[in-house]
């Protein structure tokens, strides 16, 4: 390369010579202006030996490749039509030099460096100045032989324009400032691919990949694009090997089987893959749906029987299939002729119609002798890949490819001197052209071809993407044939801004290579319903994943989310934790059993009261009722029934006047319940001092008057305290919701609990009081004996407070209410039953002991 480059650049005596020549396969038109071209036309390099001691022979091509020489006279017939075109490039005739690359570098680099450096022996001129051979290449369609030609031909900034050519790293201008192409970037073939992942919800797949530019690039953004589009990722990650081990091609094939993704993504080239799927159809690995790159996704080499029950349902991307009006005739009408310019037109005729030129010549290896070829043969008799109409898709890439070199001309032909891009806005001379100009003008270039599809070139020398998505189906035959399904294009705005890919599908003509005959799920772990939040599980992809309930007290309605979301104050997850509810509204009702039955006993305590009051009433005259001072045990009854109706108002919704009168009421009622048993117990130590001589005035200080009045100013004590506490901090509807997470708990907030502490301080002051004295006087005789009655109703009164005080702090909710009703109504029946039982016992069961002689008599006998 260096030879040849660097011949033009040392000046000779009169004239620049080339350093040497190549023995190429071409084909030569002469025009104004000359368009290279790259093209696989051969399969096969062969290298001579290399022996060391003498210059080494130039390599030769074999197995002739029908297809791609259908692409290079595609090349030659767009130049026709554009020569006979009268309003594109007028009074210019295009003429073109193509080569044959023979798929390897070394042969593509040297019929690049042939189109760039000329064919000529000599310039006359010393500075070598003129136009250039070529003033622009289409090709070559490999990424690698791009990536390597295009590198060097930047340097001079010499325009080339692939229609293969996909390697992402292709759209650097830094470092490839001249390259432009009419094929997609694997960017957006990984895009596209990707796309039809998302869309059937593939989340979890396999990628096998080849090991040259074109697969170590595309993978590398496949990684990074199915994580970060949709969030799917890469089960496993296999290279295909360069040499076609059989060893690395099975542990693949293993790879694959023992994998539980579904879908396998291969993006490679056929001479990759093909020992891959004759392992894959050996060890029998079905149940997988292929993705295919655009490489191979119409390849013909697979579409056989024998592959159709492993690749039938393949989905792939294939380069947009256009249509070409007169190419057909202009395949059909090419001639061979002696021109050794022209060999490769002289040797696909002697491949199409199996004959030779040279008479009598033998084919290698002693086999058969050929016919001789006339140049006369029918190509319209020949059905090959050269002639198939029905899948233009490469060959209308190279189409467009050379219609975009050509509206560059064209525009740079219209310009106006002194309105030019150039220095001093000057324009360029069609004589004098330089491949930087045309470079320019093809950054700027926008047609339409005739079949519909715009033509233009964004920042990267990339053109507008669009794929055709096909799918592998049976034929009747057995064989497998490629049907188009659907297409994904990028989108643009002006200004050349992208705004998304698009992809269009028609499911309905999808066929499904599966016994449901409906696309396979592929996912490493289901999707995460509402109610749950995924957890990654450790080690392995974020798309392998646990699901997890959420809290207590949290919800998600949303699938696949990673967190749940806390519910309001006044609400709670639902059952399912998908939605959050109003929480329950928890309190002590009339409704539910445990309202219903401290209810019952508030009544029925009432009751009692209410009857022991009228057995009372209608025995006021007996000695029994008399000799327990009537009037105090009227008002001790009374406040009882206080107490029990009291609890009502504990029970139920709180509200505000019913949380500032239960306490109050509960307060009052038991300090005066309290305060006639205190009195009454003042009473029998009164009475019994007033029967010894020494303590007869004692009646005479604690008379009836005395009496009501001790009872009042104790009970005003209390009255006093509660309107103190009600004034300052009244108790109040208080929502709680620390108590119970899941529920609202609507109590009677204290207030003040100093003001709730003296209340139950001063009645059980008030009580202790009592049981003292009572305890004290319970030995005195029997016509006295209603101190041991008091001593017991108090002590059972003082049992049950003081157990309520724990039992309160310690209980959630409404719980704490029904303690307090509770504690309420025990103390009252043990009030009532201690005191009022016995005497009802005699005076309704035993009314012969309830007289003034029966009393007195058991008070002897005791004496």
């Not at 080239?269 to 993705?291: C, F, H, K």
Request: proline share 5%.
């Amino acid at each position: 390369v260096c030879m040849l480059i660097s011949g033009c650049l040392l000046p000779g005596p009169s004239s620049c010579r080339l350093q040497g020549h190549f023995q190429l396969n071409g084909m030569h038109q002469d025009g104004d202006l000359i368009v290279g071209g790259l093209f696989e036309v051969h399969f096969l390099t062969v290298f001579p030996e290399l022996s060391f001691t003498s210059e080494p022979e130039q390599p030769y091509c074999q197995q002739f490749d029908m297809a791609s020489f259908q692409q290079a006279q595609t090349m030659a017939f767009a130049i026709d039509e554009i020569n006979r075109n009268p309003h594109l490039l007028p009074n210019v005739t295009l003429g073109y030099h193509l080569y044959d690359n023979c798929v390897k570098l070394a042969v593509a680099f040297r019929a690049a460096t042939a189109l760039i450096s000329g064919t000529d022996e000599a310039l006359s001129t010393l500075d070598c100045t003129g136009s250039p051979p070529v003033i622009g290449i289409v090709g070559d369609p490999g990424s690698t032989h791009s990536i390597a030609i295009s590198s060097v031909l930047g340097l001079f900034r010499v325009p080339m324009v692939s229609y293969f050519a996909t390697c992402s790293c292709l759209s650097n201008q830094q470092q490839y400032p001249s390259f432009f192409r009419t094929i997609p970037s694997d960017v957006f073939q990984v895009r596209a691919i990707v796309q039809i992942l998302k869309r059937f919800s593939w989340t979890w797949v396999g990628l096998i990949y080849s090991d040259d530019d074109y697969g170590i690039h595309a993978a590398l953004a496949f990684h990074q694009d199915l994580q970060g589009q949709f969030g799917g990722c890469v089960a496993y990650s296999e290279i295909l090997p360069r040499d076609n081990n059989c060893r690395d091609v099975a542990r693949i094939v293993g790879v694959i089987r023992a994998s539980t993704a579904m879908v396998v993504v291969v993006i490679s080239t056929e001479a990759y893959l093909l020992p891959l799927m004759d392992e894959v159809a050996q060890r029998n690995v079905t149940g997988r749906q292929w993705i295919a790159s655009e490489a191979w996704a119409t390849s013909p080499i697979f579409l056989t029987p024998h592959l159709l029950p492993f690749l039938g349902g393949t989905l792939g991307l294939a380069i947009r299939r256009g249509e070409i009006q007169g190419l057909r005739d202009f395949l059909l009408n090419i001639r061979p002729d002696r021109d050794p310019k022209n060999n490769i037109v002289r040797t696909f005729w002697e491949e199409m119609f199996e004959c030779t030129f040279d008479s009598g010549s033998t084919q290698p290896n002693g086999e058969r002798e050929r016919k001789v070829c006339t140049g006369a043969e029918d190509l319209r008799s020949m059905d090959t890949a050269y002639t198939d109409m029905s899948e233009l898709r490469a060959s209308y890439n190279v189409y467009k490819a050379v219609y975009a070199l050509a509206h560059a001309l064209h525009d740079l032909m219209q310009c106006e001197e002194g309105k030019g891009p150039f220095i001093s806005h000057s324009c360029a001379s069609i004589h004098s052209l330089q491949p930087w100009q045309v470079v320019h003008y093809l950054q700027n270039v926008n047609f339409t071809t005739g079949f519909g599809d715009h033509v233009s070139f964004d920042k990267n020398g990339d053109a507008l993407a669009i794929y055709d998505v096909m799918n592998w189906q049976p034929n009747p035959d057995g064989s497998i044939r490629v049907h188009t399904v659907g297409v994904v294009y990028e989108t643009a705005q002006a200004g050349d801004v992208l705004t998304g890919d698009v992809l269009t599908l028609e499911e309905g003509a999808l066929y499904w290579n599966f016994k449901s005959k409906k696309p396979p799920r592929s996912v490493c772990s289901e999707s995460c319903p509402p109610g749950t939040r995924r957890a990654r599980r450790k080690g392995l992809p974020i798309c392998c994943f646990d699901c997890l309930p959420c809290a207590d007290g949290e919800f998600n309605n949303v699938t696949d989310s990673i967190e749940c979301t806390t519910c309001p104050e006044e609400f709670w997850s639902s059952p399912d934790k998908d939605r959050c509810v109003p929480k329950e509204l928890e309190f002590l009702s009339y409704e539910e059993p445990l309202g219903i039955s401290l209810t019952v006993a508030s009544l029925l305590g009432s009751c009692f009261c209410t009857g022991v009051l009228g057995v009372f009433a209608h025995y006021r005259h007996t000695p029994v009722v008399r000799a327990n001072n009537s009037e105090l045990s009227f008002l001790l009854l009374l406040s009882l029934k206080l107490c029990f109706l009291c609890t009502l108002l504990f029970i139920g919704q709180p509200q505000q006047w019913t949380c500032r009168l239960r306490h109050a009421a509960f307060g009052i009622s038991f300090v005066l319940s309290v305060s006639s048993i205190l009195v009454k117990t003042m009473v029998v130590v009164a009475v019994f001092k007033s029967s010894r001589p020494e303590g007869q005035s004692a009646l005479k200080w604690f008379g009836v008057p005395q009496q009501r009045g001790t009872v009042l100013a104790l009970t005003a004590l209390q009255i006093a305290i509660c309107v103190v506490w009600l004034a300052m901090a009244s108790p109040t509807p208080l929502k709680n919701t620390h108590y119970i997470s899941s529920k609202i708990v609507y109590e009677c907030a204290m207030g003040s609990v100093l003001g709730f502490a003296t209340l139950l301080g001063y009645i059980g002051l008030l009580a202790a009081v009592s049981f003292l004295l009572a305890f004290l006087a319970r030995n005195l005789p029997d016509n006295f004996n209603e101190a041991k009655f008091i001593t017991f109703s108090m002590l059972i009164f003082c049992a049950v407070w003081i157990t309520f005080v724990p039992a309160y702090i310690s209980s959630p909710g409404k719980y704490s209410v029904a303690v307090e009703v509770f504690a309420i109504l025990a103390s009252s029946f043990g009030l009532l039953l201690a005191i009022f039982a016995p005497k009802c016992y005699i005076i309704l069961l035993h009314p012969e002991r309830n007289t003034k002689k029966a009393i007195m008599g058991r008070a002897r006998e005791k004496k």
